[in-house]
């Protein structure tokens, strides 16, 4: 139980801190005007 209550704590930071990172890396790409990889 006490399991499910820390995966139930750390997905949303998780899940939100990826979304982020994600959006960090499209707006640094866009500014640099061109895709890296």
Known sequence: MSRF???AFFFPFTAFSLMLSHLLSRVYFRRNG????
Request: aromatic share 14%.
């Open 5 to 7: 209550k820390d995966f």
């Open 34 to 37: 061109h895709l890296v990889g």
